[in-house]
Nanobody, 119 residues
Framework: QLQLVESGGGLVQAGGSLRLSCAASGSIFSIDRMGWYRQAPGQQRELVASITPGGSTNYADSVKGRITISRDGAKNTAYLQMNSLKPEDTAVYYC?????????????WGQGTQVTVSS
């Protein structure tokens, strides 16, 4: 079992910054991809950003230039640096990990952390 612990959410003013962390721990896994999704009330869950161990990244168009994903492989931790936040960034943010153990592939979700951006 792989545990994901998220932290860093909170309430910020528009234009402010937050840094989310997602730490993976537990059984030995090979992590293929880490990413962040978000879900606002009444909206579909959407990909915000993802990163591979090799450093390849993907971003939603709405966050490009404002949000940066990074990863510390030694700590199995992903970070989401969010700058110039807008009220429309308000959502619950979920860490997502695609991992392998042996020949099996698994998807894990964090508990979610609330990000609220006030106008």
């Amino acid at each position: 079992q792989l545990q994901l612990v998220e932290s860093g959410g909170g309430l910020v003013q528009a234009g402010g910054s937050l840094r989310l962390s997602c730490a993976a721990s537990g059984s030995i896994f090979s992590i293929d991809r880490m990413g962040w999704y978000r879900q606002a009330p009444g909206q579909q869950r959407e990909l915000v950003a993802s990163i591979t161990p090799g450093g390849s990244t993907n971003y939603a168009d709405s966050v490009k230039g404002r949000i940066t994903i990074s990863r510390d492989g030694a700590k199995n931790t992903a970070y989401l640096q969010m700058n110039s936040l807008k009220p429309e960034d308000t959502a619950v943010y979920y860490c997502n990990v695609l991992a392998r153990r042996g020949s099996k592939s698994y998807t894990y979700w964090g508990q979610g952390t609330q990000v609220t951006v006030s106008s």
